[in-house]
């Protein structure tokens, strides 16, 4: 943990908070969080902890279907490198085969 307490402005509220990330970290992840809130609330309206909670939540839900789409594309990358696996391992034993054959004296 850095120790140095960072302001962050969140909903036209500010925060200090000290975390282990970065100051320019912290600041990036709050301007999300405000953009989130902003487009729950409109323009010039109070945040209430009620659209601060809906704002968290649909942050959640943004990350648990991005952590669904990583998965399945992660079990289909590991599909097809298995297909393609078994497709090089046919070809390089055909490949010795025929080698093999060429290759056999006669007798």
């Known amino acids: ?3 140095t307490p960072v302001e962050l402005r969140v909903g036209g509220q500010t ?3 000290v975390a ?3 100051e320019d970290e912290l600041k990036r992840l709050a301007e999300i969080v405000d953009a989130r809130l902003r487009s729950l609330t409109g323009a010039g309206r109070q945040v209430s902890p009620h659209t601060l909670l809906l704002a ?3 942050l959640a839900h943004d990350l648990e279907e991005e952590r669904a789409r990583r998965s399945t ?5 590991r599909e097809m490198l298995g ?3 078994t497709r090089i391992d046919a070809a390089i034993s055909a490949t010795a085969e ?3 054959t ?3 004296p006669e007798a």
């Open 15 to 17: 925060y200090r908070v």
């Open 102 to 104: 060429s290759e056999a």
């Open 56 to 58: 968290a939540l649909s």
């Open 73 to 77: 594309l992660e079990a289909r990358s």
């Open 1 to 3: 943990m850095s120790g």
């Open 20 to 22: 282990s990330s970065s």
């Open 98 to 100: 025929r080698t093999e």
């Open 83 to 85: 297909t393609l696996i």
